[in-house]
């Protein structure tokens, strides 16, 4: 049998952690191979046939991040490396780190969360970071000191799994196969709730009062929360989420330096926290002409 050629991969890069779904291009296979992306190995989930060309559908491991060789050899059918049957395509793949500095949805949602609240409730409106602390531990409120009074403060987000909203079916999406179009299966995004306490304070029981109301009329009449899909798209419409009080309102009216103040908690419900792995393609969309098997690595059934 003539030694493998490693055509192509797609798409040529993806995150250190693996696990993605990658379509490889190649000639002269045999009906077992094994992939590696530099010295690690992947896992081959199927290997499509026509007329003589062939695809794999490899998942990625995981890997540090850097440019990679990718490997294809020929195995016999015990599965043991055929002999000079191998394949290898130099600097083909690249592992990335997850982009941080990317604003994620998750930033906009809170980043969202603050303006209405501004808007809404009390300008003087911030977010809680890791140096803030509570002098008073023990009386159960989130109580930070602030140089302006009256004053709200959120704490968090804390996330929590969500069973209700979600969903156990993978999602499927058009893409570009090795004959034409094909369905691309996502593994299910993880759904959670998002969680903050809100800190009310001030030096006027009266005006603490009045901020609780106020914070209770944003919880009444604010029931979702909402965002464009993509900023850079606004034609892409947008998404909202289900916003609740999460809780009881704690008040303590007799706080050191006359400061009062209350605690309360808000839950933004159903947020997709990830669009999930793929994990395979599917069926195919459209005819490609002629008949197109597919079958999993080891031979047609």
């Not at 069973?163 to 999406?173: L, M």
């Amino acid at each position: 049998m003539a030694a493998p050629v490693l055509q192509s991969i797609q798409p040529a890069q993806g995150p250190t952690s693996g696990g993605d779904v990658v379509l490889l291009r190649a000639m002269h296979l045999a009906p077992r191979v094994r992939v590696s992306f530099g010295s690690v190995e992947a896992q081959v989930l199927v290997q499509h046939e026509e007329i003589g060309a062939f695809s794999l559908q490899v998942r990625t491991p995981a890997h540090p991040d850097g440019v990679v060789a990718v490997r294809l050899e020929n195995l016999d059918a015990v599965g043991a490396p055929i002999p000079g049957e191998v394949a290898v395509l130099a600097a083909a793949y690249r592992y990335q780190r997850p982009v941080l500095v990317q604003e994620a949805t998750l930033t906009r949602l809170v980043r969202q969360l603050l303006r209405e609240l501004k808007r809404q409730v009390l300008e003087n409106v911030s977010l809680s970071v890791n140096l803030d602390f509570d002098d008073t531990p023990e009386d159960g409120l989130n109580v930070i000191a602030l140089g302006k009074l009256p004053s709200l403060v959120l704490t968090g987000p804390r996330l929590r799994p969500n069973r209700f909203y979600a969903s156990n079916v993978p999602v499927e999406r058009v893409v570009a196969g090795p004959s034409g179009l094909d369905l691309q299966r996502q593994r299910p995004p993880l759904t959670v709730d998002v969680e903050f306490s809100v800190t009310g304070a001030s030096t006027s029981t009266i005006e603490l009062l009045n901020l609780s109301t106020g914070l209770a009329a944003f919880f009444n009449r604010t029931r979702w929360i909402e965002l464009l899909r993509d900023p850079g798209q606004p034609d892409a419409g947008s998404v909202r989420w289900e916003m609740d009080a999460l809780g009881e309102l704690r008040t303590d009216l007799d706080g050191k330096d006359s400061v009062r103040a209350f605690s309360w908690g808000l839950v933004i419900r159903g947020f997709d926290l990830d669009e999930g792995l793929p994990f395979d393609l599917g069926r195919a969309v459209g005819e490609a002409g002629g008949e197109v098997s597919l079958f999993p690595i080891g031979g047609a059934p």
